[in-house]
């Protein structure tokens, strides 16, 4: 009997593997938990500090700052306060100080402003004429009054010389006129900025030809243009520690999770850096786990799809600066939606976006295909097909893992080079890249023909996804993919579908797990998941944003 | 509440869950050990009367864990019949769950090794499947149900064409005569019937995970509905389809089934790709749902986290993995288990309830 066991106790070999298979997950549990500690810690938990403030506080948390000397109120006494701003930013070459007198009354005003912001004819010619002339008399001793007597439409008052310089460098024309406490802004900046055209990242052949631009104020007013509202909210915030610079919260009031809501802003108002260059920044500043190759949050160009997911119950973050809004919370099947599912009628929608999703799996998986059917199992195609691909590949020298990344890698540089290409030369380089050398490295016998198939057939696929970042992390995971399949062939491609899966159960975005309606299953957003159901079917809300009321029809 | 923090699963969840834990390697051997057994074609019948046992046992399981909201048996089998009882009892139930794991990861790697990578060390295929499942583990209870109803769907698809597709070979003069020895060969094949069902004892853990523990008793019968389909699918089309005789002498009697059928113009020619491929998959999730049962087993029975056990188990599971020498011996690990099952099932929710029974309405006790 004990002879029986002991013969069942396994060899020091065994335990030296097992010793492994403990050591690998114990390392590697570490390094992510490490690594995940050193940068995102205090994502969306309430209540860790707060740096980003609304706008309409802005002033008087810059103002709470101890220490800068510029922190100053205005006096109300015009020569000491002129005499501030001067010392303050009076050294920029680009900045004017017109003074003028008051010719009814004789009070004494000066107006600040900065080169190429405002149009400079009605500036010097309207304006002045007014504050010079018109101006009735009598002293314009407060902002109510000056709102009252002066003809702007526009009309800040600025508490504090900092924020009154800021927003002066920034673009707005100012107003300080002897007797006034503070300094008024009267115009808006009015910069160059281009025209607005149709969105470069996300072309569609039906739908509006209307992108974002460089400009928040009129990316939100074309959110405010898609139609007749009172429920769409915007909330201002800034950040930015060095240079501030304004996001715009855009939800519906009525259909957003409060939540969700509180969550978004929660985060927003977590940004600690000290500038904003795109919203790029502020994506990887919210985002919950920062170590996964999905992005948790949308871009989008196109005001149509922001309007359209502010309708499901989700939150838009637009920039200034930037024409790219940010949707959260997103998940993995609307990165594979495009708008035209919806401008196109229920039927060909359906059948693009079941293409989508084949071509995002062809992106991801047919070169790990590849190389563990070649390598591995050519017994589990079918004969004919293993002879011929065995018979193209005869002569070439290296093992499939080596030919595919040949091939892989040389169309990555290529579609990489193509980016920065000027416009004229792209599809000529196109076709030097593609073409001849895809067509010499099979003459020359470094790659297969088939393989030729399969590479062009994944870099297509990856060009369909609608999400440009999407798209890239197909590629990247692609690479792992290659390694799977390498080292174990088909069983190690079934392990790495399995890991994707997994990471993709436990990624969420603000709350809303990757993966739904998958799962968590939820049958009614299946509607609008491989299916694009007719419109009349669409009733309600996905179930998934929980939003507050439901019902798309009344 | 919009951001979920609780760890519990819906019923479909659940159901899901048992699903993925019971259907695993008996698709591939349950043909021949039934076989083996009923020595005529009427291995069907056991299967679908062994079904009927292990539902009631299900149920038996689900009313008991329904006394205990909220708890699992490792908490209540404490509470029943002591800590040191009770706490024995569950560490049977958690050895049981470990030499289960290991012995499905084993047929995997067996398996694999046969069809897919022959000449590759074996350590080469345990250890990756083990760390991932280490990682879907890590998770919690919600990420593996999460998983499993990815799987679930795709397997039983696939499943169901390759069936399908397998009636070509489908001849029902190879299930007659039905019943022509009488009962005997029939009650014989029971005991490797109820076998295949083996780890239905998640059931008694499942429940307190479920949101609504009043639907327990409709999300279980399911979710052992599905698999009891499937497995008496299985035995009908392969035993019509390459007869008792090479079921009994085949080591994987449904790999041969499908192998021995050709779908001309289709990119695969065999199903037996896909069906490997679902068939991994499927064994992915059983191993992962009794990796999970274990670390929670020994977390809950003494009270310590349960990320380090996640850890500590690994090792465990593949020495236990490693246990067997040969093929026999794995299958005669198989039918151990098996045996072990009956026990346990006595002991755990047989006794379980009768003490309660004794206590609550015989001694009028507050348990």
Known sequence: ?554 | MFVRTDDKITATQAAVFLNNTLLGAGILTLPRSVSESVKTPDSWISVLLGGAIVMLVVFIMVKISQQFPGKTVFQYAAQITGRVFGGGLCVLLVLYFIIIAGFEIRTLAEVTLFFLLEGTPIWAVILPFLWLSTYLVYGGINSIARVFTIVFPISIMILLISFILSVRLFDINHLRPVLGNGFPPVFAGLKSTVLVFTGVEVTMTLVAFMEKPKLAVKAMLGGLAIPLGLYFLTVVMVIGGISVDSAITSTWPTIDLMRSFEVPGFFFERMEFPFMVIWLMQMFCNFSSFFFQSTLGISQIFKIKIHPIIYAMVPVLFLSAMLPKSMTDLFAFGDAIGKMGIVLFLLLPVLLSVIWLIRVKGLKQHV
């Open chain 1, 1 to 554: 009997m004990l002879a029986s066991i002991v013969s069942y106790i396994p060899g020091w070999a065994i335990f030296v593997q097992a010793g492994v298979a403990l050591l690998v997950p114990l390392v590697l549990g570490y390094l992510y938990k490490s690594l995940y500690l050193l940068v995102g810690s205090g994502r969306g938990q309430a209540g860790y500090g707060t740096r980003t403030v609304p706008r309409s506080q802005a002033q008087s948390a810059a103002g709470a700052k101890s220490g800068t000397p510029a922190s100053i109120p205005f006096s109300g006494n015009y020569t000491t306060d002129l005499l501030a701003v001067q010392k303050a930013i009076g050294a920029n070459s680009d900045l004017h100080i017109r003074e003028f007198t008051i010719a009814n009354g004789g009070g004494r005003g000066a107006l600040i402003y900065v080169d190429g912001m405002q149009n400079d004819r009605i500036l010097n010619m309207r304006i002045m004429q007014f504050l010079m002339y018109e101006i009735p008399a009598g002293p314009v001793s407060s902002a109510e009054i000056a709102n009252q007597l002066l003809p702007f439409s526009q009309l800040n008052e600025a508490d504090s010389v900092e924020s009154f310089n800021k927003s002066v460098l920034f673009g707005h024309t100012a107003l300080l006129i002897e007797g006034l406490p503070g300094g008024l802004l009267i115009e808006l900046p009015g910069g160059a900025n281009r025209t607005i055209g149709e969105p470069v990242s996300e072309a569609l052949l039906r739908g509006p030809r209307l992108g974002f631009s460089e400009v928040l104020s009129e990316n939100t007013s074309m959110l405010r243009r898609q139609g007749f509202s009172d429920q769409l909210e915007m909330k201002t915030y800034r950040a930015g520690n060095t240079i501030q610079r304004d996001i715009v919260l855009a939800y519906m009031k009525d259909i957003v999770n409060p939540e969700l809501l509180e969550e978004v802003t929660n985060r927003i108002r977590k940004i600690d850096i000290d500038f904003l260059a795109e919203s790029g920044y502020i994506e990887q500043l919210i985002e919950d786990n920062y170590l996964s190759p999905f992005q948790q949050v949308q871009n989008t160009e196109r005001p149509d799809r922001v309007i359209s997911a502010l309708l499901e119950g989700r939150i838009a973050i637009l920039l200034d600066g930037t024409p790219f809004a940010l949707i959260v919370p997103v998940t993995f099947s609307m990165l594979l939606q495009s708008p035209e599912d919806y401008y196109e009628r229920w039927l060909p929608g359906t059948l693009l976006r079941l293409l989508r999703f084949a071509a995002a799996f062809l992106a991801l998986m047919a070169p790990s295909l590849y190389i563990s059917f070649i390598s591995f199992h050519p017994g589990l195609i079918p004969t004919e097909l293993a002879i011929t691909i065995i018979k193209t590949r005869q002569g070439v020298p290296f093992p499939s893992l080596i030919e595919v990344l040949i091939l892989e890698i040389a169309i990555e540089i290529l579609r990489e080079a193509g980016i920065r290409l000027p416009k004229p030369i792209g599809p000529a380089m196109g076709i030097v890249g593609g073409l001849i050398i895809g067509d010499a490295a099979v003459q020359a016998g470094i790659v297969s023909p088939f393989l030729v198939i399969v590479i062009a057939v994944t870099a297509i696929s990856s060009f369909s996804i609608p999400m440009y970042s999407a798209g890239i992390t197909l590629r990247l995971l692609r690479f792992a993919g290659m390694l799977f399949a390498a080292v174990l062939g088909m069983y190690g491609t079934i392990l790495f579908f399995l890991l994707i899966c997994c990471h993709l159960t436990k990624l969420k975005s603000f709350g809303v797990p990757y993966l739904t309606p998958v799962s968590p299953f939820r049958l009614s957003d299946w509607k609008d998941l491989f299916l694009r159901a007719p419109m009349a079917l669409m009733k309600r809300r996905p179930v998934m944003m929980k939003t507050k009321q439901d019902k798309r029809k009344s």
